[in-house]
């Protein structure tokens, strides 16, 4: 990083003496993501300067690794010419990426500058539900018939394979373009050129379709260990490939919004530091009027056991102990309930297998809590005697059982329900979970103190 950082100051410099012939060298000679981070440093005037110095490939390439601010900013002061030159270079992925977020007048001024067949192809992506396959694939994937030789498939892929946005997994198709198989670029250079494309072909073919949630195919990146996927039709015709960089890309996505969602906000995709007062405030006042006024009840439950509170007023002391660790119980299980469901692990069909499991992990974790506090008070409280302990550790083992078997079923119940699972998570489950440790304490305390 330290090496990096004192690159990207030396080719600043070079901007501000005028240095330019050797600024143009080094900046084409960098890895293009470096390029894009070195642009998010610069000023707007400088960025289209050191722009305009990367040869058009080198340009497109950088271009794809830059945040949609300098995309736009770059695209709003480039000529037509110039923004032809991109999208020409461009794969076709990362065009759409860019126009699904630019605003209304710059995806009009890079449409009318591609030709027409693109500009129908990247309305068709355009046209695609969001998070799904088919927003998320490209179309520049190798090719072959099935009756082709190795000598001539080598032949087509020197031709075309440049143009691709990868060469390591060849896709084999019929005259409808049906998917049949797959070729793994290694098993084609070692194959002697006279074999047949049929006889080394993989027909065992994993493949998602244009709908399918980005989610889903993210996991089956991962159970495969796959570099890239191919995406079929209704009818079985491949319309495009996703690689693995654009699941990179999905997994992040996806991480942050569950973060989002289990912390109790609305999901945003805008990073912090260019967010608006506004726009966080707006992301975080719903779920905390939810969670305010799903508060009361814990209110209204303490103001039906007043009687007992005047009758013990030391438990009310402990309430907060009950409640924080009964919250901590069931935040526990559902993190690990979603992160199951989320790799594939849990299914909803395993609701009562979790449940009979959390319920054991729940007594487990409940009578060491209960009986260490046990100690902790008859030890080193002066304020309560034995049966009020005796109360409060036993409600306790109770709290943390019940809060486990909570914590697990919220999330499989938010998800048999086509809820996202990561919106039962943290304060919305310490909520309930108030509520219910507050009646088994006071019902506890009841039987055995009044």
């Known amino acids: 990083m330290e090496e990096m950082e004192e690159l990207f100051a030396e080719l600043a410099k070079m901007i501000d003496s005028g240095e330019y012939i050797q600024l143009k060298k080094e900046l084409n000679d960098m890895n293009p993501a470096n390029i ?48 032809r030159n991109i999208v020409d270079e461009m794969f076709l992925d990362d065009t759409v990426d860019f126009l699904g977020e630019a605003p209304a007048n710059l995806v009009n001024k890079v449409l009318r500058n591609m030709d ?16 799904s396959a088919g927003s998320i694939m490209t179309i520049e994937f190798v090719q072959f018939r099935a009756d082709m030789t190795v000598a001539k498939a080598m032949e087509e892929l020197r031709k075309t394979g440049l143009d691709k946005e990868t060469v390591y997994t060849c896709y084999v198709l019929d005259a409808s373009r049906i998917l049949i198989g797959v070729l ?20 065992d ?30 009818e079985g015709r491949m319309v495009g490939i996703i690689t693995v960089d654009d699941i990179v890309d999905v997994i992040e996505q996806e991480t942050t919004e569950d973060m989002e969602k289990m912390s109790a906000l609305l999901p945003s995709d805008e990073a912090y530091l260019k ?39 030391v438990l009310s002391s402990f309430i907060p102990i009950l ?8 935040s526990q299980a559902s993190t690990t309930i979603i992160r199951g469901m989320a ?26 809590l209960g009986f260490v506090n046990l100690i902790r008070l008859t030890l080193f409280s002066s304020k309560t005697n034995f049966q009020v302990d005796f109360t409060i550790s036993l409600s306790m083992c109770f709290v943390v059982v019940v809060a486990k078997g909570v914590g697990c079923m919220l999330p499989i ?15 919305l489950i310490s909520t309930v979970v108030d509520v219910i440790a507050l009646l088994i304490f006071f019902n506890i305390a009841k039987v055995l103190i009044l």
């Open 323 to 330: 409640t924080g660790t009964g919250g901590n119980a069931g």
């Open 36 to 83: 894009a981070e070195f642009f998010e440093q610069l000023s707007a005037e400088k960025q289209l300067f050191a722009f305009r110095l990367l040869t058009k490939d080198m340009a497109a390439e950088a271009f794809s690794y830059m945040d949609s601010d300098t995309q736009e900013h770059i695209v709003k002061s480039i000529t037509d010419n110039e923004v």
């Open 184 to 203: 793994p670029l290694r098993t084609l250079i070692f194959a002697e050129d006279d074999m047949v494309i049929s006889q080394l072909m993989e027909e």
């Open 116 to 131: 027409a067949d693109k500009r129908n192809l990247v309305n068709q992506f355009l046209n695609y539900p969001d998070n």
């Open 343 to 368: 790799l594939g692990e849990i299914e909803i069909s395993d609701i009562a297998k979790v449940l009979w499991k959390e319920i054991r992990v729940g007594l487990l974790c409940g009578s060491i």
């Open 205 to 234: 073919v994993i493949s998602v379709q244009t709908l399918d949630d980005q989610e889903d195919i993210a996991y089956i990146f991962k159970k495969y260990n796959l570099i890239s996927v191919p995406v079929v039709d209704k």
């Open 413 to 427: 119940m938010a998800k048999a329900l086509k809820f996202d699972p990561a919106i039962m998570a943290g304060p």
């Open 275 to 313: 967010t608006s007062v506004v726009a966080l405030s707006k992301n975080r006042i719903v779920w905390l009027c939810v969670l305010m006024i799903s508060g009361t009840l814990s209110g209204l439950v303490i103001g039906q056991y007043e009687n007992l509170l005047e009758a013990a007023v």
